[in-house]
């Protein structure tokens, strides 16, 4: 039994809102890191929210070992099985009209 090997992923919580959070270092030769909302969006949610800005991220749980996000920019499975994940946005800070 050796060390754990180094993790590039990370379910963590923002810094900012407190959310909890995915972290991963994402790409090969311009590594990105990412970080995506946890909560699985349904196909109407991806529509709204994809955009220039925002990116939908594919979430592969697999059976054992760390899960991964992978981009859905290009064509992807209508059917895919696999939860889609928005990157992460803060949400906006609410005017404390509350009292
Ligand atoms: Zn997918
Ligand atoms: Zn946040």
Redesign the pocket.
């Known amino acids: 039994m050796g060390r754990p090997r180094t993790a590039s992923t990370v379910t963590t919580k923002c810094p900012s809102c407190g959310a909890p959070v995915h972290r991963e270092l994402v790409g090969h030769t311009a590594a990105l890191m990412v970080t995506a909302d946890l909560t699985p969006l349904t196909t109407e949610q991806q529509a709204s929210i994809r955009g220039p800005n925002r990116l939908i991220w ?3 749980q697999p059976t054992w070992g760390t899960p991964r996000l ?1 981009w ?1 920019g290009h064509w ?2 209508p059917d ?5 994940v928005a990157e992460h946005q803060c949400p906006p800070a609410e005017p404390t009209t509350l009292f």
């Not at 895919?80 to 889609?84: A, D, I, N, T, V």
Request: a positive charge.
């Open positions: 594919c979430y592969r992978t859905t992807h499975p895919c099985p696999h939860h889609h």
